[in-house]
């Protein structure tokens, strides 16, 4: 927060006072009997070490006889922009002139508006009262915050080349900042594009280099997987061999004594059939039932009485595994 | 510069602000979505990439252990390389077991076998021969137990005569496809 060097003009007398941190460090005073008095005054306090080192900020408070302000009623419900547009327009209407133009400013009372009687407090200084204390300020090096009526705090003063000079520097301000803005977003836009680019041809390089040695790896990687699938294939193979051997002596065990087989078919899914003669059939197909080799053995049609030889024996038909839909 | 000038200005820095605003930025954020799409899917690609090349050591330890398990299958496969090479050698084995175990060897075919399991594949041959029990037992405890391994796949018997007089030879017409592996090629991975 900067040093503050607070003017108070009234009835003739300038009083200083500069304050830093809300303490107060230094004041003066003097009598003032016009505008260039009090230019000159603002020149003089300006090139005070304790004031130019500190790059104070003047806010100043005038006064009467130099401030006339006036309480206007019955006025047009206006805002506070139009009423301050309206008392600067009819100046010469509402305060005295002495040929010279003023600098006014207006606001409404509160209490008056709530009591729907539309009062306003208007105030008017000479012009060059403001210009002086402007281009005391200026010349003195000093950054003017306010040029503010006694007791109005709320109203703010200021010279119409003043209002001018801050529209124009205000509309500067605003196209640089937009500007800038559309600058650094064209900019930024911009580094985007270049990092996005340097990226891709970054990754594109990286790609072409590791394209060779991750194809062969891949390669390597489906030959091995190919290898091990086929090992297990052939493993699995090595497994099964002997089956047609363990499923014929599994039949052949179970065959009791004069009974014997006329055909017998068997494939590597451990589906058969078998045909033949024994006495008991039935039985025979119980012994069958037991054995882990033979998967579901089952008599296919009924079993056949017949005599061979003088021996009685039923001709039979076994199919096994699992059966066919 | 005069008014007039300054509306020209204006205007006609309205026109190329316009311009650049609905045309140029919105063609240019297409084509920057459209790099930035490509950057993440190349990303995606290139970390793939180191990824699998990351898994080179493991996956020559897998090598490694592939190749011995390899050796270890040489025993069990046909000593061939080509189809016609395996077929002869199928043969060969069954009329080996046709002299050692009497067998009337009738016919021996070579069957189309397309089972593949690269780098190896099957070969098989249906045969048809005539003997007794006896002999077709020893035949198939010969097929399961000695290498190389042959994988029999059908097995069909017919006695010629049964129920004659036991004391009469037994016949027994055996139709049966025997099959093997064999090393399609003979470089390893």
């Known amino acids: 927060m900067r040093p503050q060097l607070s003017l108070h003009l009234e009835g003739g007398h300038l009083l200083a006072e500069l304050r830093s941190h809300r303490e107060l460090t230094w004041s003066a005073g003097c009598a003032v009997a016009g505008a260039d008095d009090l230019e000159s005054a603002i020149i003089e306090m300006g ?41 600067g327009r009819h100046s010469d209407r509402y305060f005295r002139k002495n040929g010279v133009s003023l600098v006014t400013s207006a606001r409404w009372e509160q209490r008056a508006q709530r009591l729907r009687s539309w009062r306003a ?32 705090p709320q109203l703010i003063l200021q010279s119409s080349q003043s209002q001018a000079t801050q529209l124009v520097r205000h509309r500067r301000e605003c196209r640089r900042l937009a500007l800038a803005v559309l600058l650094a977003w064209l900019a930024a836009f911009a580094v985007l594009m270049l990092r996005q680019q340097s990226d891709l041809a970054w990754l594109q390089e990286e790609e072409a280099r590791l394209t060779e040695p991750a194809r062969a790896v891949s390669d390597a990687e489906r030959r091995m997987h190919e290898a091990s699938v086929a090992i297990a294939t052939v493993r699995q193979s090595a497994q099964r061999r002997g089956s047609a051997l363990r499923t014929l002596a599994s039949v052949l065990a179970a065959l009791p004594d004069s009974a014997y087989l006329t055909t017998f078919h068997w494939t590597a899914d451990g589906a058969g059939a078998m045909t ?29 009485r017949d005599s061979v030889n003088g021996f009685v024996h039923q001709r039979f038909s076994i199919k096994f595994g699992r059966a066919r839909p | 510069m005069t008014e007039r000038e300054r509306r020209a200005v204006l205007w006609g820095s309205i026109m190329i602000l316009g311009i650049v605003g609905l045309r140029v930025l919105p063609g240019a954020m297409g084509r920057m979505r459209a790099r930035q799409a490509s950057v993440q899917t190349l990303a995606g690609v290139v970390g793939r990439m180191r990824r699998d090349l990351d898994a080179m050591d493991a996956l020559t ?11 270890g299958l040489d025993s069990t496969l046909l000593d061939a390389h080509t189809e016609i090479g395996a077929n002869g050698e199928l043969s060969l084995r069954m ?90 090629k003979p470089e390893l991975p």
């Open chain 1, 47 to 87: 090139q005070l070490p304790a004031v130019h080192d500190a790059k104070a900020e003047i806010w100043i408070a005038i006064g009467e006889p130099v401030l006339q302000s006036r309480s206007l009623h019955d006025m047009p419900h206006l805002s506070t922009t139009d009423l301050r547009l309206l008392v």
């Open chain 1, 121 to 152: 407090r208007a105030v008017a200084i000479e012009e060059p009262w403001v210009s002086a204390v402007e281009r005391g300020s200026e010349r003195a090096g000093l950054r003017l915050r306010s040029i503010q009526p006694v007791g109005q």
């Open chain 1, 276 to 304: 033949g003669a024994a006495p008991d059939a039935a039985s025979m197909l119980a012994s069958m039932e037991g054995d882990a080799a033979l998967e579901g053995p089952r008599l296919d049609g009924a079993a056949v």
């Open chain 2, 61 to 71: 330890d897998s090598v490694r252990l592939v190749r011995s398990e390899l050796v």
């Open chain 2, 95 to 184: 009329r080996s077991f046709a002299d050692r175990f009497v067998l009337d060897m009738q016919r021996i075919v070579p069957i189309t076998d397309t089972t593949l399991a690269p780098p190896f594949r099957r070969a098989a041959l249906a045969a048809s021969f005539e003997c007794d029990s006896r002999g077709l037992l020893r035949m198939l405890r010969a097929a399961a137990t000695e290498p190389p391994v042959l994988d029999v796949t059908s097995l069909d018997i017919a006695a010629t005569d049964p129920g004659s007089d036991p004391s009469l030879p037994e016949v027994l017409r055996v139709e049966i496809v025997v099959g093997g592996w064999y090393l399609d």
